[in-house]
């Protein structure tokens, strides 16, 4: 016989864009001549940067000659590019993050997913709400998360309402945690931590022992200069931050899947008699045993983001979604509704008209406007009230996209 994970069975239907997925399919079968534009999820349209495309055509080439073949690479990346990833994401901020604190994957998604392999089941996780659904999810998976309640929250989860009451900035904890995840620029607000806010959290983390995990994979986005681009800007964070890094926003590698994870050797876990472990040591043991390396082709491709070529290339691209968030922004508070972020972060998160859930705006926006958002509630009960709109279409589509809901009757 068999024996499952039973947590597994806990955990709802289907993940949050896939039950999005197959409404929007149905959708279409219903109503072929529908021309539905899709502002759900944050799936990049503008191809790879030109650098990157002719980084892989070299390295292509490479591959087919036996002489600059590359088999099996290094788990945690080529030196080409961690070296790379140092020297601009950190060295050049003025930050010590040395090669071998980093380490390169296929994605944030599954990074913030697996970091949980390294981490104790008893660990008492906060996030803040709403939430990247990934963070819960996987904590259920793993048995961290304990029953979900009618509320629509989990019962051993701390949650840290982040609402427009309280500028979506999270409180502190009341009671204990031991891990907390922070996602800054924020999915899917779109709100940021300034400087200042970020530094509280670093140091209640240093003060109770917790370990923050931040996921800053939106960080290109930023445009503001109180904003942090890296948690290592604050001092003291290197012994309580692991921070997770991604190229998928930054420079369209949603399919082409390459990103990076930052474990300081200064962070040490302790054993249930007290020992200190270093958490680097320890994803370095999970990641070498589980991962076998991004393909060297799309390495490469990462690296060429950094040249200067690449650097204005992915400028170029990530100011055109700005402006399409800010489109969206302008185009929503014009018609009267309540928009926040879109200024740091391609994600605009719109309140829904009064007395309206949601789901209802979500139905009311596919069935009326053929326009598809990410309802808010599907994030968390904090949710509730609002939806998501990406700035990731192209100019066209968002423009088309503002033009339809400028007929909300609110
Ligand atoms: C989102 O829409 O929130 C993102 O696409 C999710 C992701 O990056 O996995």
Known sequence: MILINENYTKLPGSYLFSDIARKVNEFKTAHPGATIIRLGIGDVTK??????????????????????????????GYDFLVNTIVENDYKARGLDISADEVFVSDGSKSDTGNIGDILGLDNIVAITDPVYPVYVDTNVMAGRAGDLNENGKWSKIIYLPCIAENDFVPSLPAGKVDIIYLCYPNNPTGTTLTKEQLKIWVD???????????????????????????IYEIEGAKEVAIEFRSFSKTAGFTGTRCAYTVVPKALVGYTGSGEKVSLNKLWNRRHTTKFNGVPYIIQRAAEACYSVEGKKQVKETIDYYLNNAKIIREGLSTQGLKVYGGVNSPYIWVKTPDGMTSWGFFDYLLNELN????????????????????????????KEAVSRLRKISI
């Open 204 to 230: 209640y983390a240093l003060k109770n022992k917790v370990l923050i995990l931040f996921d800053s994979a939106y960080e290109a986005y930023i445009t503001e200069s109180d904003v942090p681009h890296s």
């Open 371 to 398: 326009v598809v958002g990410t309802p808010g509630v599907g994030f968390g009960p904090s949710g509730e009230g609002y939806l998501r709109l990406t700035a990731f279409g192209t100019l066209e589509n968002t």
């Open 47 to 76: 191809p790879l940067p030109q650098a990157s495309i002719e980084a892989m055509h070299k390295a292509v080439d490479e591959m087919a000659d036996a002489a600059t073949f590359r088999g099996y690479g290094p788990e945690q």
